[in-house]
T-cell receptor
Framework: DAGVIQSPRHEVTEMGQEVTLRCKPI?????LFWYRQTMMRGLELLIY????????DSGMPEDRFSAKMPNASFSTLKIQPSEPRDSAVYFC?????????????FGPGTRLTVL | AQSVTQPDIHITVSEGASLELRCNYS??????LFWYVQSPGQGLQLLLK??????LVQGIKGFEAEFKRSQSSFNLRKPSVHWSDAAEYFCAVARRSNDYKLSFGAGTTVTVRA
């Protein structure tokens, strides 16, 4: 099993640019989560999907952030326009249909730096 | 609202010594409880979890955790640490409902000295 795959692993961009982060969950997992990790706020849940449908996006910081899951094997997190305060490590995680009692498997993360 | 507190930001321990990481939660009922480990440059890996039953939970890599309802704690322990245990450790909680949100503590960084 390849695990959760995220790309790119590192992204450096300039303020105002659009940034797209990508995630491929583990095959057969119906839940997909996007997290953000910063020194100031720690690890926080941004949004999660069940069967490709966004269930809770209350953690998305503002309208500049959007997430999609067009199919069971792919999700994107987009920031437009990006700002320096968006610099963080973004993690994607997935779990099986049983939900919370199942383990969430995390990808290696994307380290985003906005200059 | 639930919250998770990890009182120790950084712990240094000698290789072969025992390790205990503290975690306290604030919630009206017993939540689901988790410990994750994050090695440098890596994603989080689940060490163990507690839902119900035996309050002493065994996990991977020789770790265990004990749930104490009276103290609202879920401390992580390892009898003898290895240099490879140097990492950041996160305690997390989730409500006992059909809600998949994990709330994470701030993390404890463990340094292992030879």
């Amino acid at each position: 099993d390849a695990g959760v795959i995220q790309s790119p692993r590192h992204e450096v961009t300039e303020m105002g640019q659009e940034v797209t982060l990508r995630c491929k969950p583990i095959s057969g997992h119906d839940y997909l989560f996007w997290y953000r990790q910063t020194m100031m706020r720690g690890l926080e849940l941004l949004i999660y999907f069940n069967n490709n449908v966004p269930i809770d996006d209350s953690g998305m910081p503002e309208d500049r952030f959007s997430a999609k899951m067009p199919n069971a094997s792919f999700s994107t997190l987009k920031i437009q326009p990006s700002e320096p305060r968006d610099s963080a490590v973004y993690f994607c995680a997935s779990s099986r249909t049983s939900g919370l009692t199942d383990t969430q498997y995390f990808g290696p993360g994307t380290r985003l730096t906005v200059l | 609202a639930q919250s998770v507190t990890q009182p120790d930001i950084h712990i240094t321990v000698s290789e072969g010594a025992s390790l205990e990481l503290r975690c306290n939660y604030s919630y009206g009922a017993t939540p689901y409880l988790f410990w994750y480990v994050q090695s440098p440059g890596q994603g989080l890996q689940l060490l163990l979890k507690y839902f119900s039953g035996d309050t002493l939970v065994q996990g991977i890599k020789g770790f265990e955790a004990e749930f104490k309802r009276s103290q609202s704690s879920f401390n992580l322990r390892k009898p003898s640490v290895h240099w490879s245990d140097a990492a950041e450790y996160f305690c997390a909680v989730a409500r006992r409902s059909n809600d998949y949100k994990l709330s994470f503590g701030a993390g404890t960084t463990v340094t292992v000295r030879a």
